[in-house]
């Protein structure tokens, strides 16, 4: 928990101060923490292509035996400047040199009346 609970805090700390609270009482209803082999799974940043562009991840599962359920908690944290995401397509993407083709495209716009 101290480990989620730090990666997650920013998370927390922005959006929903409860959140952290509220994740943890999903997660006991669902598999009673107590009850649980906790397992988790640290891939090796530099071989795993699904890591590529990642600055932080974990990978927990709960296993609950006597209740035959499993919660597996995964979380990645991905760079804003990663290849293909929405940010880095628009730091990548060429200012015109000119408005030219602002300027056509508002000569095409016919202003309307205001009643």
Same mark, same amino acid.
């Given at each position: ?11 927390? *700390?922005?959006?929903?101060? @409860? ?6 009482? @999903?997660? *006991? ?11 988790s ?27 035959k ?8 944290a ?5 290849p293909? @995401? ?13 408005? *030219?083709a ?5 000569? *095409? ?7």
């Open positions: 928990m101290t480990n989620i609970n730090r990666y997650l805090a920013p998370l927390s *700390e922005s959006y929903n101060s @409860s959140f952290l609270d509220e994740l943890w009482l @999903s997660i *006991e209803e669902v598999v009673h923490l107590s009850e649980c082999e906790i397992y799974y640290v891939p090796n940043m530099e071989d795993d292509p699904f890591s590529q562009g990642n600055l932080w991840t974990f990978n927990y599962f709960f296993f609950n035996r006597g209740l359920r499993i919660i597996y908690f995964t979380c990645i991905r760079s804003k400047l990663m293909g @995401s929405p940010l880095a397509a628009e730091y990548s993407a060429s200012e015109p040199e000119d408005d *030219e602002d300027d056509e495209f508002m000569g *095409e716009m016919e202003e309307e009346p205001y009643d």
